[in-house]
């Protein structure tokens, strides 16, 4: 097991580092701009290690719904690339959307309705609601990748508490994207994009509707509550201030720490640490210790909103 993680690392930080000056001189990069938060310009698609890598493991053994995973992450690329329009992303997670929450609804933890005499509305409207939850978490993962190292970070630790709560398979995920995290980490040699985001997403998300009690089910949206939280926040918001949540933005709390003048790889290890200690919570104690400890971070985060990070409304003024 040991070694095969360690083959996980280097061939994603070798597939990685391969396609870097690819990705250069086909001018496949991000340039700094007002929305962002890097300095130099920077290679987009660099999640393809940890993809593959996870891919070939998944696959290896016989967990074949990822395929669907890598059909909205080439859709991602593709973004990443050459632009689509939001119809197109949004309609293509949304198919997907429904093809998994169908695949997995009968040996899902939802089915717990399955003895209604009104079985078919009630699985409709289930699947509506995986459905939807897939697009959404999709999305928010895609709207958390703001900061050098902070999804991939992040994801490390939400797919090692995955690995001791469900599936060790997920180890490897793990083993790939420490991979990545190595030129992913501040200052950034490279981003995952929309691909990886995506990926992850549906990954996150596919570990979440696997879960076989609702405790577990709730440590695993707990344990990646911190970021999450932040994001979802931060859409609502925009929402209320009739901005279009699909256009790229400095608004989130982790942005608008580093506009305040903390770091990248500051503002990434809030995160990162918070994660480890609510998943500790969890594995030290049980669900109670990780609500409270969940509860604890909030409090930070409520901290760290009105004392530390640039106050929202000059944010807008700023984005």
Request: net charge positive.
């Amino acid at each position: 097991m040991i070694i095969n993680i360690f083959l996980c690392i280097l061939f994603s930080y070798l597939i990685t580092y391969f396609f870097i000056p690819i990705f250069k001189k086909k001018s496949w990069v991000s340039s700094p701009n007002q929305r962002t938060s890097h300095m130099g310009i920077v290679p987009l698609g660099g999640s393809l290690g940890f993809i593959i890598v996870s891919l070939i493991s998944f696959i290896f053994n016989r967990e074949y719904y990822v395929s669907l995973f890598l059909i909205l992450s080439l859709i991602g690329l593709i973004d990443d690339l050459k632009g689509l329009g939001n119809k197109v992303r949004l309609l293509t997670q949304i198919l997907i959307g429904i093809i998994f929450s169908i695949l997995v609804y009968k040996d899902s933890i939802f089915n717990f309705l399955s003895s209604s005499s009104f079985l078919f509305i009630v699985e409709v409207f289930v699947i509506t609601l995986m459905t939807f939850f897939f697009v959404s978490l999709v999305n928010l993962t895609n709207f958390a990748d703001g900061l050098d190292g902070l999804v991939s970070g992040s994801m490390v630790i939400i797919f090692l508490f995955a690995a001791y709560l469900l599936n060790i398979n997920y180890i490897f995920l793990v083993g790939g994207l420490l991979g990545f995290l190595v030129l992913n980490w501040y200052p950034a040699k490279v981003f995952m994009g929309d691909s990886g985001s995506y990926f992850l997403g549906s990954i996150y998300c596919s570990s979440i509707f696997q879960a076989n009690s609702w405790i577990i089910l709730l440590a695993l949206l707990l344990v990646g509550s911190p970021l999450y939280f932040d994001v979802m926040i931060c859409v609502i918001r925009r929402y209320f201030q009739k901005q279009n949540i699909f256009k790229a933005h400095k608004l989130n709390l982790y942005q608008r720490l580093n506009q305040n003048g903390l770091s990248h790889w500051q503002v990434s290890m809030i995160y990162i640490s918070s994660k480890i200690l609510i998943g500790l919570s969890f594995v030290i104690g049980n669900i109670q210790y990780m609500l409270f400890t969940t509860l604890m971070i909030l409090v930070i985060g409520l901290y760290l909103e009105f004392f530390i990070a640039l106050p929202f409304k000059d944010a807008i003024k700023k984005n």
